[in-house]
């Protein structure tokens, strides 16, 4: 299942979580991935446990054929710990002991990159106003919706797309859907700190209208991204519409306040309209 903004699909056929293991461990939740590792790391000491409890001798001061002191020692060996109280006391003990060292060394390097780029991967930093609107600007008719950043820090070259998707039938009588792109009257802001209203000015004849006035699928799209000023790294947020969720003769209320000295943004009014006029 994919929620697309606010847009649900689900995907038949995509590959195996197995085919693409980077992409699967970073799509997971943190709790499921703290529990895959976590798995990861019992089985494969258990498994190192199991091989030195079935080799007596190997390990000096292991009681023979116990399965928790191997997996103990092979913890210690696989964290390259090594309390000094047991130790590989044959040659196979030590070859066994270097190939789990080694093994190790991999299982560390990734679960640490896994980790790092779990933390360091783009975050949403915007935050969508549930409804679109449509209404007038200077005797036009216009769709807008509104986006705010969520940071303390302003988001940076913040760039704003915004599409519905349009179902085409052919002359041959097959259909498809495309996603149409709606210009914006501004598409591009240097710099985001409080909201920002997307408005997209209808056309006459606009299919983008007739298809919202319809009783077909309709579904907009918008997406937004820019540069986090503090992490340095890319913002990304989108966020899908329904017919249900674009407002006819409505507007936006009012976000600021400046009527006193003290500049005064409410972003709780994000997602609050009125009927044009009101």
């Known amino acids: 299942m994919l929620d697309l903004g606010g847009f649900r699909a689900v995907k038949i056929g995509r590959p195996s979580a197995a085919a693409d293991l980077y992409y699967t461990t970073m799509e997971m939740s943190w709790p499921a991935f703290i529990a895959v590792v976590s798995a990861c790391f019992v089985l494969l ?12 001798g190997a390990i000096a001061n292991a009681a023979p054929g116990s399965i928790a002191d191997g997996f103990f020692f092979s913890a210690e060996t696989l964290g390259t710990v090594g309390y000094g109280n047991m130790a590989p006391a ?40 549930r409804v679109a609107v ?22 940076a070259d913040v760039t704003a797309q915004l599409s519905w998707l349009e179902k085409v039938t052919l002359t041959d009588g097959r259909r498809y859907r495309q996603l149409v792109e709606l210009p914006l009257i501004r598409s591009h802001n240097p710099q985001l700190a409080f909201a920002w209203t997307l408005v997209h000015e209808i056309e006459d004849g606009s299919p983008m209208l007739e298809g919202l006035r319809g009783d077909g699928e309709f579904r907009l799209a918008v997406t937004v991204s820019g540069v986090d000023t503090l992490l340095a790294s890319q913002a990304l947020g ?41």
């Open 90 to 129: 044959t040659h196979l003990g030590h070859l066994i002991a270097a190939t789990e060292i080694l093994l190790g060394l991999f299982f560390s390097a990734t679960m640490t990159g896994l980790i790092f780029a779990r933390f360091a991967r783009p975050r949403t930093s915007f935050v969508f106003s």
């Open 238 to 278: 989108g966020q899908s519409y329904g017919r249900e969720d674009v407002l006819i003769d409505h507007e936006f209320a009012d976000m600021i306040d400046d009527s006193t000295d003290l500049f005064e943004f409410d972003l709780t009014k994000l997602h609050d309209t009125h009927p044009r006029g009101v």
């Open 45 to 56: 000491n258990l498994g190192f446990g199991i091989l030195y409890a079935l080799l007596p």
């Open 134 to 155: 449509i209404g007038q600007r200077e005797n036009r008719a216009v769709l807008m919706l509104r986006v705010a950043s969520t940071r303390l820090r302003p988001i």
